[in-house]
């Protein structure tokens, strides 16, 4: 599932500006009050979607420059997932396991007030016996 954040809107006198509001996102998101029974709300399909991406742009309207922050959610050695920033040919592995939310001011790499779109994954499907 992805998500764009409205970074970008027209004034009345006609100009675009950017918006840049610090908006807080949560690592795992459990849909499942939003969904009905017919829609797989119910207690046994998988709800809760885990972030593993953010697209952000910096700069401004007209120009800028995009870059990704990444999670690898099943690393190939069984070791932990981590975070990566790919800036164009650049890829560096985040040393610390990042906060998502480490509030204003931009002090987490993956939730800054640049974030342009946000791309979540589905969980496994719940255990029939909860």
Not at 60 to 67: C, E, K, L, R, T
Not at 101 to 124: E, H, I, W
């Amino acid at each position: 599932m992805h998500s764009a954040l409205k970074r970008f809107e027209v004034m009345p006198s006609g100009n675009r500006r950017k918006i840049c509001e610090h908006v807080n996102f949560e690592e795992q998101f459990d849909f499942r009050g939003f969904m009905s029974p017919e829609a797989g709300g119910d207690r046994h399909t998988a709800t809760v979607y885990q972030l593993f991406a953010v697209v952000n742009h910096f700069g401004q309207v007209n120009d800028g420059h995009y870059m990704a922050v990444c999670r690898d959610l099943s690393p190939s050695d069984g070791s932990e997932p981590v975070w990566r920033e790919y800036d164009d040919k650049n890829v560096q592995e985040l040393s610390a396991r990042p906060s998502v939310n480490a509030g204003r001011g931009d002090k987490s790499p993956v939730c800054t007030s640049n974030a342009y779109m946000l791309f979540y994954q589905r969980g496994k499907k719940r255990d029939r016996n909860r």
